[in-house]
């Protein structure tokens, strides 16, 4: 079975870019599907981006797709998240999960995805 350990969330000013890291451990993680879903308080786990694996397509949330660049390097077990031009809004926990989804569950955090990390927090200040 997988697990993920994300790094790389901290505390930024508008307009500046950070880049989180996933690191999956497991025999198999290269086979799963990675993605980035973020949770502000008192919010449901949002859909951020995916990545299907071996580094297949790549989906996002509307509002992070000009902004966001989810890729990832296989033979490292790390995917990553390139988040430039953060906004204020942008703040909140963000969480790695690796699984299996079909096409239809790759944006949902309930169905999509069995493996999930502690969560990084971003926090952006205006």
């Known amino acids: 079975q997988a697990h993920v350990v994300e790094s790389g969330g901290g505390f930024v000013q508008a307009g500046v870019s950070l880049r989180l890291s996933c690191e999956a451990s497991g025999s198999t993680s290269s086979s799963l599907t990675m993605a980035w879903f973020q949770q502000a308080p008192a919010n449901e786990r949002d859909f951020v981006a995916a990545?299907?694996?071996?580094?297949?397509?790549?989906y996002y949330t509307d509002s992070v797709k000009s902004r966001f660049t989810i890729s990832r390097d296989n033979a490292k077990n790390t995917a990553y998240l390139q988040m430039n031009s953060l906004k204020p809004e942008d703040t909140a926990v963000y969480y790695c999960?690796?699984?299996?989804?079909?096409?239809?569950?790759?944006?949902?955090?309930?169905?999509?995805?069995?493996?999930w990390g502690q969560g990084t927090q971003v926090t952006v200040s205006s």
């Open positions: 999960a690796a699984g299996n989804p079909i096409l239809s569950s790759i944006r949902n955090y309930v169905s999509g995805y069995r493996t």
């Open positions: 990545i299907k694996r071996y580094g297949g397509p790549t």
